[in-house]
């Protein structure tokens, strides 16, 4: 996507919003599922050693209304600083 975004900075495009985008939703997005992020990974083989496995759908359940409410604020955080 970095090469799209820059691309549309080209255009005469306003691109400090997109960078923002991009990087808030790849960031915050990745909190979604177990495999989203390598630090999920890493903290649900060490829970599962530790005797509480999480299972896939517990993670997504869970992990899932963190990002969406997450991408919200940050959606509505650059909604507020660069388009209002």
């Known amino acids: 996507m970095i090469p799209v975004v820059h ?16 990087s ?26 530790a005797g509480h496995p999480i299972s896939f759908g517990l ?3 869970i992990g899932g209304t963190v990002a969406l409410l997450s991408l919200l604020v940050s959606s509505a955080y650059v909604w507020v600083r660069y388009l209002a």
């Open 7 to 22: 691309q549309l900075g080209t255009t005469g495009l306003a691109t400090e919003p997109l960078w923002w985008a991009l």
């Open 24 to 49: 808030l939703g790849a960031c915050l997005g990745g909190n979604a599922t177990i495999i989203g992020a390598s630090a999920n990974v890493v903290a649900a083989n060490a829970v599962a050693r």
């Open 59 to 61: 993670f997504l359940r």
